[in-house]
T-cell receptor, first 115, second 116 residues
Framework: AQKVTQAQTEISVVEKEDVTLDCVYETRDTTYYLFWYKQPPSGELVFLIRRNSFDEQNEISGRYSWNFQKSTSSFNFTITASQVVDSAVYFC????????????FGGGTRLMVKP | GAVVSQHPSRVICKSGTSVKIECRSL??????MFWYRQFPKKSLMLMATSNEGSKATYEQGVEKDKFLINHASLTLSTLTVTSAHPEDSSFYICSARRDRDEETQYFGPGTRLLVL
């Protein structure tokens, strides 16, 4: 069975601090995709990134970066120089080809960035 | 882009009435759409997979007669909560997959349902 664990339920930081959101996943499949979504207070889920299981290259997009390590089944997300607008709930998710790419979500991490 | 809209964004209804929520993919075709439910401070729970032109596939524990899904076109899926009760109050979110990109789901803004 597949599972996504986000051990940090809430994180609070002060603006300009760097913060890393952890994500650990479990799957028996060799072909899968990992995602991060942001859910601001308005409720809409915003797609941030998708990674496939064959691509372990880390990615940077502005202040966001992602570290994918298959050896530890982790897909961590770092926000550099956090801003108040980064305050949201962040979800890590896993999908696998053999179950029709259905998403399995982690429990989410609520990030609060204080001014 | 990949924009998904939902209507209404918020609805209050009396117990016993039915409520229809629309999910539209605005700039792409979506053979497959998904309906999720989210309780306060919780993660998303998949309710059903909606396939254009065929019956929806419901997750275990979700009553198909209670939550009617219709996916009549490649850009529109509807969820009807029939005979709503207070326990149906929740945040309902839909998502859609572009037909040419089956890996990523794009989410709508959600609908807050309050049943009195």
């Amino acid at each position: 069975a597949q599972k996504v664990t986000q051990a940090q339920t809430e994180i609070s930081v002060v603006e300009k601090e760097d913060v890393t959101l952890d994500c650990v996943y479990e799957t028996r499949d060799t072909t899968y995709y990992l995602f991060w979504y942001k859910q601001p207070p308005s409720g809409e889920l915003v797609f941030l990134i998708r990674r496939n299981s064959f691509d372990e290259q880390n990615e940077i997009s502005g202040r966001y970066s992602w570290n994918f390590q298959k050896s530890t089944s982790s897909f961590n997300f770092t926000i550099t120089a956090s801003q108040v607008v980064d305050s949201a709930v962040y979800f890590c998710a896993l999908s696998m080809v053999f179950v029709g790419n259905m998403l399995t979500f982690g429990g989410g991490t609520r990030l609060m960035v204080k001014p | 882009g990949a924009v998904v809209s939902q209507h209404p964004s918020r609805v209050i209804c009396k117990s016993g009435t039915s409520v229809k929520i629309e999910c539209r993919s605005l700039d792409f075709q979506a053979t497959t759409m998904f309906w999720y439910r989210q309780f306060p401070k919780k993660s998303l729970m998949l309710m059903a997979t909606s396939n254009e032109g065929s019956k929806a596939t419901y997750e275990q524990g979700v009553e198909k007669d209670k939550f009617l899904i219709n996916h009549a076109s490649l850009t529109l899926s509807t969820l009807t909560v029939t005979s709503a009760h207070p326990e149906d109050s929740s945040f309902y979110i839909c998502s859609a997959r572009r037909d040419r990109d089956e890996e990523t789901q794009y989410f709508g803004p959600g609908t807050r349902l309050l049943v009195l």
